[in-house]
C-alpha cells in the first residue's frame, strides 16, 4: 500500500493544469522529433534534453516523461511507414510493419503499435512503482565492490548487445571512460586531461557529449548515405483494427510486456534482446505462420510491446541504483545530474516527490499518447515528408542553439563539433556511439567505488569478489562477454554462406540508428 499511496501523492502532483500543459508540449515535441527519419528516441531526448534545463525540476522531469515515451511512438511511426528504425530494438517493428504499410494496411500497423505501446507502458509503470522500493530496499546493502561490479556488468553487457561486434561495442565503450576521466579527479583535486583549458577542470558536459554523438554525429552520417531524391513514404491508409486484429493482438501485447519488463529491469538489461525474441515467439505461437515475412500483425504488437516494457523496466536499474543501460536512460540520468541529482538507493527517499511525479508522469503521457496519435497519423506522415537538406539543417541549428544555451560558453560549441566529427567517424566503421555515452556517465561512478573498496581494503584486490553479490555479479559480466562470442562461432561453422550474408547485413543494421538498406542505395 506504500507504493501505491505514493502514486497517488505523484498523480497529484502532476495533476495541475500547469503541469497537464507541459506533459503534453513534451508528448507532442517528443513524438514531432522522434517521427522524423534517422531520429530514434535516444537522439530526440538528446535533442530535447536542453529545453528542461530552464524549467523547476518537478515540471522539467514531467515534460521530459512525455518526451521519453513520445521518442519511443514516433520512432515506431518512423519504422512503419518509411522502414526507417531509428534505433535497433525498433528493427522488429519495421520488418512486419512496413510490409503491413505496404499492403494497404498502414492504419491498422499504426493502431496496433499505439495501443500495443499504451498497454505495455501502462502495465510495466505500474510494474516499476511496485518493483522500485523493493529494489531500493535490496540496494541499500550493497558495498562500493558491490556497485563497482554492477558499473562492470553495464559497461559489458551494452558493449557487447549493441553493435555489429563485441569488440567494436568495447572500444566504444573506451572512448566514453576516457571522456569521463576529463576534469578534476575528486579524491585527489588534481586535473586529469585538461589540456591547459580552464573550462575543462570541471569535466566535459554530458549533454554536449550525448548531443554531439547521437544528434551531430548522426545527422553527418544518415545525410552522407542518403541521397537528395524523394523519399518513399507508406500511406496510413486502410481501415484500424479489426475484431479480427484484435483477437490476434491482444495476447501478444501481454507477452510483449511479460518479456519487456523483466529483462529491460536487469542491471545488464535494454529492449534489443526482448524485442527480439517477442518476434521469435509469435513466429513461433502464431496460427498464421504464412503472413510472417508478408506483414503479419502480431510481428508488430509483440515487438512493439516488449520495446516500451523495457522502456519503463531499464528505469528500474537507472533510479534505484543509478545504473543506465541504454542509450536513452543514460541520457535521463544525465538531466538528473544536470539538477545535481544523483539516482541510486537514496533517492526515493531525498527526492521521493519527484521520482513520484516522474513516475504518475510516465502514465499520464502514455493516456495523451494514445488519445492524440492515432488522429494525428497524418501530420506525422507530412513531417516525414520534410525535405532532407532542410531536416538535417534544423537539427543541426537545433542541437548547436540547445548545447550554448546550457552554459553559455562558446567552448561547448567546439566540443559539439569535435565529438560531432567523431561521432560521425565511430558510425562511419560501425562503432556503436551508446556504450560510449554510458561509458562517460558511469565511469566516474565506477571508479570512485572502486578506489573507496580498495581504501577500505587497503588496497587488497580480493576485496572486489569478498561478498557473494560482487561474485555473481563479474561472472554474469564473464559470460556476457564471452558467450556472443560463442554463439557467433557456432553459428559461423553451421550457417551457409547466403545465411552469413543475411546475417551479417541484418547484424549491420543493427547498429543505433543505422538505416535499412533500402534506405542506403536511395
Keep these: 500500500m506504500g507504493a501505491l499511496s505514493d502514486l497517488l501523492g505523484g498523480f497529484a502532483d502532476a495533476l495541475t493544469p500547469v503541469n497537464l500543459l507541459f506533459a503534453l508540449l513534451g508528448v507532442v515535441l517528443g513524438t514531432a522529433v522522434g517521427v522524423l527519419p534517422g531520429i530514434g528516441p535516444a537522439m530526440t531526448v538528446a535533442l530535447l534534453l536542453p529545453v528542461t534545463y530552464t524549467l523547476e525540476p518537478t515540471t522539467a522531469f514531467i515534460m521530459f516523461a512525455g518526451i521519453y515515451y513520445g521518442g519511443m511512438y514516433g520512432g515506431s511511426t518512423t519504422s512503419i511507414l518509411l522502414n526507417t528504425p531509428g534505433e535497433s530494438s525498433s528493427i522488429m517493428t519495421a520488418l512486419e510493419g512496413n510490409l503491413m504499410a505496404k499492403s494497404g494496411r498502414g492504419a491498422a500497423a499504426l493502431a496496433t503499435a499505439a495501443i500495443g505501446s499504451f498497454v505495455a507502458g501502462t502495465i510495466a509503470t505500474l510494474l516499476l512503482a511496485l518493483v522500485a522500493p523493493v529494489v531500493v530496499d535490496l540496494a541499500i546493502g550493497i558495498t562500493p565492490a558491490d556497485y563497482f561490479a554492477l558499473a562492470v556488468l553495464a559497461f559489458v553487457a551494452v558493449a557487447t548487445v549493441l553493435g555489429a561486434s563485441p569488440l567494436r561495442g568495447l572500444a566504444s565503450l573506451g572512448v566514453g571512460l576516457y ?101 521469435a515467439a509469435e513466429r513461433k505461437l502464431t496460427k498464421h505462420p504464412e503472413e510472417f515475412g508478408r506483414g503479419a500483425i502480431e510481428g508488430v504488437a509483440g515487438p512493439e510491446a516488449a520495446n516500451n516494457a523495457a522502456a519503463a523496466g531499464v528505469l528500474v536499474p537507472l533510479l534505484t541504483l543509478g545504473l543506465p543501460t541504454s542509450a536513452t536512460a543514460a541520457i535521463i540520468l544525465a538531466a538528473f545530474q544536470g539538477y545535481g541529482i544523483q539516482p541510486g538507493p537514496t533517492l526515493l527517499s531525498t527526492e521521493s516527490s519527484l521520482v513520484w511525479t516522474l513516475i504518475a508522469s510516465l502514465l499520464i503521457g502514455n493516456f495523451m499518447l494514445l488519445v492524440l496519435n492515432l488522429p494525428l497519423a497524418g501530420v506525422w506522415v507530412k513531417l516525414l515528408r520534410i525535405p532532407r537538406p532542410y531536416l538535417y539543417a534544423g537539427i543541426l541549428l537545433f542541437a548547436s542553439l540547445g548545447c550554448y544555451a546550457v552554459n553559455a560558453d562558446p567552448l561547448d560549441l567546439v566540443l559539439l563539433l569535435v565529438i560531432g566529427l567523431l561521432g560521425f567517424a565511430m558510425r562511419r566503421y560501425g562503432w556503436p556511439v551508446a556504450p560510449a555515452v554510458i561509458g562517460l556517465i558511469l565511469g566516474p561512478v565506477a571508479e570512485t567505488n572502486l578506489r573507496r573498496a580498495l581504501a577500505i581494503s587497503s588496497g587488497d584486490l580480493g576485496v572486489l569478489v569478498d561478498t557473494w553479490f560482487s561474485r555473481i555479479v563479474l561472472a554474469l559480466a564473464v559470460l556476457a562477454l564471452v558467450l556472443p562470442v560463442v554463439l557467433r562461432a557456432v553459428r559461423g561453422r553451421r550457417a551457409t554462406p547466403e545465411e552469413l550474408q543475411a546475417g551479417e547485413g541484418l547484424r549491420h543494421r543493427e547498429t543505433v540508428g543505422a538505416p535499412p538498406a533500402d534506405e542506403e542505395e536511395r
Aim: charged share 15%; proline share 6%.
Design 179 to 279: 571522456l569521463g576521466l576529463v576534469g578534476t579527479d575528486v579524491l585527489t583535486g588534481q586535473e586529469r586531461f585538461t589540456v591547459g583549458v580552464p573550462q575543462l577542470s570541471d569535466g566535459i558536459d554530458v549533454v554536449v557529449v550525448a548531443v554531439g554523438l547521437f544528434a551531430v554525429g548522426e545527422t553527418l552520417y544518415v545525410a552522407s548515405r542518403l541521397r537528395r531524391g524523394p523519399v518513399e513514404v507508406m500511406a496510413a491508409s486502410g481501415s484500424y483494427l479489426t475484431r479480427a486484429d484484435l483477437r490476434r493482438s491482444w495476447k501478444p501485447w501481454l507477452r510483449g510486456t511479460a518479456l519487456g519488463f523483466p529483462l529491460g529491469a536487469l542491471p545488464a538489461g535494454g529492449a534489443e534482446i526482448p524485442t527480439f525474441l517477442s518476434y
